[in-house]
T-cell receptor, first 113, second 108 residues
Framework: NAGVTQTPKFQVLKTGQSMTLQCAQD?????MSWYRQDPGMGLRLIHY???????DQGEVPNGYNVSRSTTEDFPLRLLSAAPSQTSVYFC????????????FGPGTRLTVL | TQLLEQSPQFLSIQEGENLTVYCNSS?????LQWYRQEPGEGPVLLVT?????EVKKLKRLTFQFGDARKDSSLHITAAQPGDTGLYLC????????FGAGTTVTVRA
């Protein structure tokens, strides 16, 4: 099993550009989440999904959109990139939303100029 | 404001020394998890503690969940360079909330 995969590994955007961060898992997990990690801030939840077709907002959802058309894929869209969105983004999946082990992808390092 | 406060923020010790990392909150959690993250990688689960007062041991790592389920500690005995990393605690209410992490460096 590949586990949780994320692409790209690195990305540089200009302010105002849009892009999609890809996330896929092959463990048949119902629950998937997107986090951002900033120095001194830990991991903050952006959006999460409890199954195909169902998504909800986390702690810091502004400026991001998600959709979940399949169990395997959970892309994160940046609508109009801003320098404040410079961060490392992690996708995670688990059997349940909480209480179970979260399996994390390797992360995407995004820089917005 | 972090729901979970971790201390210290940074810790640098010599190989063979012991260390303790703390995770504190004013909120009660149904369970608490500890993850370790190495540079350029995602966090990896070390342990989940569920019962107040619970103590779990994984080789040289000892995890304790406070009686009131608001705090936890991670103790490493005879630290090795391979223990170097970012240690994150995460509390479960209806979702997972992470602390800011403790960066541990073990010098050979």
């Amino acid at each position: 099993n590949a586990g949780v995969t994320q692409t790209p590994k690195f990305q540089v955007l200009k302010t105002g550009q849009s892009m999609t961060l890809q996330c896929a898992q092959d463990m048949n997990h119902e629950y998937m989440s997107w986090y951002r990690q900033d120095p001194g801030m830990g991991l903050r939840l952006i959006h999460y999904s409890v199954g195909a077709g169902i998504t909800d907002q986390g702690e810091v959802p502004n400026g991001y959109n998600v959709s979940r058309s399949t169990t395997e894929d959970f892309p994160l869209r940046l609508l109009s990139a801003a320098p404040s969105q410079t961060s490392v983004y992690f996708c995670a999946s688990s059997y349940r939303l909480t209480g179970n082990e979260q399996f994390f992808g390797p992360g995407t390092r995004l820089t917005v100029l | 404001t972090q729901l979970l406060e971790q201390s210290p923020q940074f810790l640098s010790i010599q190989e063979g020394e012991n260390l303790t990392v703390y995770c504190n909150s004013s909120s009660v959690f149904s369970s608490l998890q500890w993850y370790r993250q190495e540079p350029g990688e995602g966090p990896v689960l070390l342990v989940t503690v569920v019962t107040g007062g619970e103590v779990k041991k994984l080789k040289r790592l000892t995890f304790q969940f406070g009686d009131a389920r608001k705090d936890s500690s991670l103790h490493i005995t005879a630290a090795q360079p391979g223990d170097t990393g970012l240690y994150l605690c995460a509390g479960n209410d209806y979702k997972l909330s992470f602390g800011a992490g403790t960066t541990v460096t073990v010098r050979a």
